[in-house]
């Protein structure tokens, strides 16, 4: 059997990266088993797997190795930035629907965007609002790029060659273009933006020409389309747009239009899907990167505030972009002091937190994002579970407050 030439890169990678000879054999062998799942992909000089990790070749996840595989140091490895909160469009499930401010300037951004690196961050998502109607966003993303794995989220609205090409050139790795159903009625209604569906096909194809470019969709799943089996259809039309990678997620309770048990997905919906995931990576095509596969119990589980730092378009920071509670912004307080709080606070554990925890956020106040206080609070009264898979080796214990028998999880895992 001859080894594929991504595999023999991989192998030179790795023996160029000694650092992967100091990760504890435990931590090696679960990232191994989890490696297995994925085949990984070229785009242009990088070694992928799937999007949600640094290229494999990178110096991204070179300092992924030593500082969160190695040093096994607390900081967060993972973060998103709204580098806008405008956006041309109006989707039901937006997680930024009830944040509001004054948005972060150039400089503010640039600023934050240093100070998550030095914190670890070697993932960082640039989402918005629609990101591509930040001016500045080459600017970022080439700041960003230094050291660090940059994905871009976009509607795909108004994407040209010349900006793709830009934006490859800064150093972006991946871009991800929302599509939501494989009819653009579905998907446009569920926008309230009539050819958003066309627009972000055309966006797909001007990224495929772009040079180096690992082209990825984000499909966002309703509980709905889940239980009707949709998924299989979804991903047979995005096969066929010629991506590197499906991104799927499901709709999460970050809004109180979705405080409803039967709108959040269950335990065994999320395996299912992660089962559909594996059997996809056993083809030869499309990458499928299933979010709740990557957060699941059996892997990385919940990183909310502890390895994933959001920081919305107005400077408030949150455990993670569903999570509507802010622990301070970035303009009144330093970035270090509210990620060490937040990472106190959150310790990572096994499931969900906001699936698990969301009716505790009805309950805290009319005000979305929670201030500190009240996200404080709400912590303090979470349901809690044990460390994931991977948080175990890592060395985390579960919370002495661990409560997994409350209400809402009950609720929530039938
Ligand atoms: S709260 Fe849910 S969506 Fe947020 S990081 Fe945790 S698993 Fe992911």
Known sequence: MTASPERLALAKVAFANPNMLRVR??????MSRYMRRFRMKSAGRNLILHSHLPPLNSP???RFVSRHLVDRAPGPSHAQIAVTSACPQDCAYCYNKQRSGTPMDTATILRVVGELKSLGVC???LTGGEPLLQPDLVEITREASDGCAVKLFTTGCGLTPRRADALA?????????????????????????????????????????????HVSVSSVLSREMIRRGDVHRLLSFLAGLGIDEAWLSEVKPTLGAFWDDDLVISEEERLQLAAVQDAYNRGT??????LGHFEGAET???NAGCKMVY??????????VFLPMSFGNVRERPLAEIVAEMRAAFPGQDRCFVNQNYRLL?????????????????????????????GRRLGARAPERARVAAPTATAIAR
Request: a negative charge; hydrophobic letters at 50%.
């Open 362 to 390: 009805a309950a805290a106040g009319e005000h979305l994002p929670l201030d500190r206080a009240s996200s404080l609070d709400l912590v303090a009264g979470a349901a809690w579970r044990p460390p994931s898979a991977f």
């Open 123 to 125: 993932w960082l998502g």
């Open 311 to 320: 920081v919305d378009a107005f400077g408030e920071v949150s455990p993670c």
């Open 60 to 62: 991204a996840y070179r």
């Open 169 to 213: 050139e800064a150093g972006l790795f991946s871009t991800a273009v929302s599509v939501d159903h494989w009819r653009a009625e579905v998907h446009d209604a569920g926008r309230r933006s009539a050819g958003a569906f066309a627009a972000a096909l055309e966006a797909v194809d001007v990224l495929k020409r772009t040079s180096g470019m």
């Open 300 to 302: 990385f589980g919940c």
């Open 285 to 290: 095509g499309m990458t499928v990167n299933y």
């Open 25 to 30: 054999p435990d931590i090696t062998l679960f």
